[in-house]
């Protein structure tokens, strides 16, 4: 059984930072997959960014050009950088892991980390 819990949410004014964490535990070989989806209160959920265990990424076009997704095998962990935030990218944050266990893949998905912009 493997499990993802995020963490690094939190307030910030608009055009300020914050990197989330998504931390793998459990029976880990190596992160196959991991995406970042939120969803604002009234909002349907959005895609906002995913990588494979190689390093392919594919960001919504919302964060292109200020968010950066990595992926760090060696530490169980995925990261989302997020700079230049706005008040629009406020909205709950989770992740969802595919993880090679060694005896087969399994996916995971966090509890989620609130993210506030606002001034």
């Known amino acids: 059984q493997v499990q993802v819990v995020e963490s690094g949410g939190g307030l910030v004014q608009p055009g300020g930072s914050l990197r989330l964490s998504c931390a793998a535990s459990g029976s880990i070989v190596s992160i196959n997959f991991m995406g970042w989806v939120r969803q604002a209160p009234g909002k349907q959920r959005e895609l906002v960014a995913t990588?494979?265990?190689?390093?392919?990424?594919y960001y919504g076009d919302s964060v292109k050009g200020r968010f950066t997704i990595a992926i760090d095998n060696a530490k169980h962990t995925g990261y989302l950088q997020m700079d230049k935030l706005n008040v629009e990218d406020t909205a709950v944050y989770y992740c969802?892991?595919?993880?090679?266990?060694?005896?087969?893949?399994?996916?995971?998905w966090g509890q989620g980390t609130q993210v506030t912009v606002s001034s």
């Open positions: 969802n892991a595919n993880i090679d266990t060694g005896r087969g893949a399994q996916n995971s």
């Open positions: 990588s494979t265990g190689s390093g392919i990424t």
